[in-house]
């Protein structure tokens, strides 16, 4: 149930939620930024193929072109043991395709935090040919005070 008060909260309150969970990416300019909403839902290309849903996924323009459009996808995850990188990196590859870009920011609020890889490299000794990284927003770690 809470896991929809959230999902709430992010759709009411846009703006604050990513200037509070992505200011880094965000910066100070979402005034004049339009939040969309886009389709949790993740295509299939068959119909027997496994089902993805994003938790929150918003799409930030600005209108007055001082910045390209970007994807934001906030995952809200309860349990932090069962945070897996490698569907969020999924996710966000899908996502990149389905949207024909590259700008994805991946942005996971743990509830409650457990023992997660905060970066994912896939390559050989020599190589890395795909670096992965998200970032995070563990709550029971924020002073009440802020």
């Known amino acids: 149930m809470h896991d929809q008060n959230f999902k709430n909260l992010i759709l009411d309150y846009p703006r604050e939620a990513l ?23 993740q295509l ?11 938790d929150k996924p918003l ?28 569907r969020l990196a999924h996710y966000c590859l899908d996502l990149a395709e389905l949207m024909e870009t590259e700008r994805v920011i991946p942005v996971v609020i743990f509830l409650n935090a457990g023992k997660q ?12 040919y795909l670096e992965f990284n998200y970032l995070a927003c563990d709550l029971k770690r924020l002073s009440a005070n802020v």
Request: no cysteine; proline share 3%.
């Open 117 to 128: 890889k905060t970066s994912l490299r896939l390559g050989g000794d020599r190589h890395s």
């Open 44 to 54: 299939k290309d068959r119909l027997g193929d496994r089902f993805r849903e994003l």
């Open 19 to 41: 200037a509070f969970f992505a200011q880094q990416e965000t910066g100070d300019d979402l005034t004049q930024a339009r939040i969309i909403p886009i389709r949790q839902e």
């Open 59 to 86: 799409l930030v323009e600005w209108p007055n072109g001082n910045r390209e459009a970007i994807f934001f996808v906030l995952e809200e995850e309860t349990q932090g043991s069962r945070f897996s990188i490698h």
